[in-house]
């Protein structure tokens, strides 16, 4: 009977010679896994990214896209569709903090650098503004790009366990359509499967912290609530309300999902006293108190409890086997970092994968992976966690003797006297810390990497800060720091940026026009993955002199980047002789890639020096049907 059947259309797997059925498994397809397929795919690896889910987030989630997270996306070529999906930069603006949405404002926060003060930080610093961009929005373009890009979507498929050795890594999933166990075997295998990671319990990765220390319930509802923000646009709202005040944070939220309809209401709980009264009559209620108008009908779409963890992974893999996202750092939104970071391991992770599978690096590459994302996953967890603690001072003025210590407090807050002063005074300082959650340009973009991936400029002592390390970005070209934006101007006569001109899955040999010595060297290296671009030749010049203010090197030195914008390696010194900067380039690239030199005699057939393997055609095979009857 089978022999009946027509070949298949499509034959997303085959066993290539060495066995293996794809080159790279990602398991979660999450803003990390999305954002790593579709770099895979794009860099022309054969990728299989899986799910168990039927599609894609159910609920907002994570929402915040920072600076550094949209470049990430313009570099995939997604910039203007995401920009198009999200609440834009100038409507996440005026974070109040206020007694309902219709009741009486304490203080406003300018944030997302939207305010007088920032706004000039935040454009000088990156080619792309802040988007608010609800998970389950994101989540699809993602998944479109790998998917038109050659990547194997598999919804409904659960990752079970894995085998790995020296060569790859067999891993067993089955369909949940039909309950069917099958394996494949690829070289390595990404775990982005969330908090609850499966693989990172497998391979026993050491974590850090605790979970479950807090809860918070968060109503999902429709309502239009126009009249109370189109004056003031913002996408939080912090209600201080005795009804609301549980917990570290101690307010309520209502948070703006598609402004201005449709909404989360959020509140915390004592976890001691059990799970929360979620009924329609409680919740409806307590919605009504948040927004301050007993009229309102709104339409409760879901209702959910989620819980505050602080907790990071001190080792991110094992062999062929990487992990990243929520698997290995598990905190709360506060300061927005949480798929932003996910997405930043993702695209630390997924060239260096790239190259590993092609023959462009050696095993050492990928052992700098966890040497340069523990640190940031350290780091965001724990301010994740201390920008909740930072609300306390905003309720100093609370008169806890009273039965309503809002309405009580609010009465001293606005006192003449002495004492309504210093509470005052206080309010304000309170509100000024919390600057380093809403506009936290240097949590956001000044991650410095230390790993055998970055080789150290001995010219120069240790970087230095002169201002908050956590507010301001500092931009630089020292080796381990993104590589600064500025603008330049194409060969349409339109701008473009530094970030626009590397990237995109290459190694970047990046000097000026005095630096023809590097480009003739990294001519004679001949190597697929490595550009050269020359700041000041046509489609790159630099009328505005914003890069010749920033570069920090002569015009006649040189920076390496890396595929993921991170500056690997610089020469801090005019090199005008093809010889010494080719012994400088070919030591820097062998450090950074964890290549061997080139073989010291020059190979007779292509008349030029070998260097390492070449690139291999891996894209995925597709049966084309006979059509000769059609």
């Known amino acids: 009977m089978n022999d009946l059947l027509p070949a298949p259309m499509f034959e997303p797997f085959h066993r290539d010679p060495n066995g293996f059925d794809t080159d790279v498994i990602v398991v979660g397809l999450g803003p990390a896994g999305g954002v790593a397929a579709t770099a895979l795919a794009s860099y022309g690896v054969r990728v299989h990214a899986v799910t168990a889910f039927p599609w894609v987030a159910n609920s907002p989630r994570a929402h915040i896209t920072n600076q550094r997270a949209v470049e990430v996306l313009r570099d995939l070529g997604l910039e203007d569709e995401a920009r198009s999906q999200a609440t834009p930069w100038d409507q996440m603006g005026d974070t109040l903090f206020t007694t309902s949405l219709a009741g009486e404002e304490i203080v406003r926060l300018q944030t997302w650098g939207t ?62 359509r039909t309950g069917e166990v099958f394996t494949q075997r690829a070289r390595y295998l990404l775990g982005f499967d969330g908090a609850r990671s499966r693989i990172v319990e497998q391979l026993d990765l050491p974590l850090e912290g605790e979970v479950a220390r807090a809860g918070t319930a968060y109503i999902r509802f429709r309502a239009n609530l126009t009249r109370y923000v189109e004056h003031r646009p913002s996408i939080l709202y912090w209600i201080f309300n005795s009804k609301a005040g549980f917990g570290e944070i101690g307010m309520g939220l209502l948070r703006a999902i598609r402004p201005w309809e449709e909404w989360i209401a959020g509140w915390g709980f004592d976890m001691a006293a059990g799970e929360p009264d979620l009924s329609d009559e409680k919740v409806i209620a307590q919605i009504r108190t948040l927004v301050g108008d007993p009229s309102i009908e709104p339409e409760v779409i879901s209702k959910s409890l989620w819980y505050v963890n602080q907790q990071h992974a001190t080792q991110y893999s094992q062999g062929r086997v990487l992990c990243g996202g929520d698997a290995v750092h598990r905190h709360p939104p506060s300061s927005g970092l949480g798929s932003n970071t996910s997405m930043q391991d993702a695209f630390n992770l997924a060239w260096k994968v790239a190259f590993a599978v092609k023959g462009y690096a050696g095993p050492g590459l990928l052992e700098s992976y966890s040497e340069e994302r523990v640190p940031v996953g350290q780091q965001i967890v724990a301010r994740a966690n201390q920008s909740r603690k930072d609300y306390a001072g905003l309720r100093e003025w609370f008169d806890r003797n009273s039965e309503d210590p809002v309405t009580a407090g609010l009465a001293e807050l606005k006192a003449a006297t002495p004492e309504g002063v210093a509470l005052r005074e206080r309010l304000y300082e309170a509100l000024e810390l919390k600057n380093t959650e809403f506009n936290a340009h240097g949590v956001e973009l000044n991650q410095r990497y230390a790993s055998s991936a970055v080789l150290p400029d001995e010219s120069v002592g240790e970087e230095e800060w002169p201002r908050h390390r956590e507010l301001y970005l500092q931009a630089s070209t020292r080796p381990g720091a993104k590589l600064p934006h500025a603008w330049l101007v194409g060969p349409d006569g339109r701008r473009i940026s530094t970030l626009d001109v590397t990237g995109k899955g290459q190694m970047t040999l990046l000097t000026g026009i005095g630096g023809a010595a590097w480009k003739h060297a990294a001519d004679k290296l001949d190597l697929p993955f490595l550009r050269t671009v020359l700041i000041g030749e046509p489609g790159t010049i630099d009328p505005y002199g914003y890069w010749e203010r920033i570069r920090q090197i002569p015009e006649a030195g040189a920076l390496l980047v890396r595929p993921d914008g991170y500056i690997a ?54 049966h084309i049907p006979d059509t000769a009857d059609a």
């Open 569 to 622: 390696w610089r020469h801090n010194a005019e090199v005008w002789d093809t010889d010494e900067a080719l012994q400088f380039l070919e030591t820097a690239l062998c450090r950074v890639l964890d290549r061997p030199n080139r073989p010291a005699e020059s190979d007779s057939a292509a008349g030029r020096h070998e260097y390492s393997t070449r690139s291999v055609d891996i894209t995925v095979p597709m």
């Open 115 to 176: 305010g007088d003060l920032r706004f000039g930080d935040y454009l000088k610093g990156s080619p792309c503004t802040m988007l608010d961009l609800p998970q389950p929005r994101m989540e699809p373009i993602l998944i479109n790009a790998a998917a038109s890009r050659g990547a194997v979507i598999s919804f409904n498929t659960e990752y079970l366990d894995h085998v790995q050795d020296e060569d790859g890594v067999t891993v067993r999933l089955r369909d949940s």
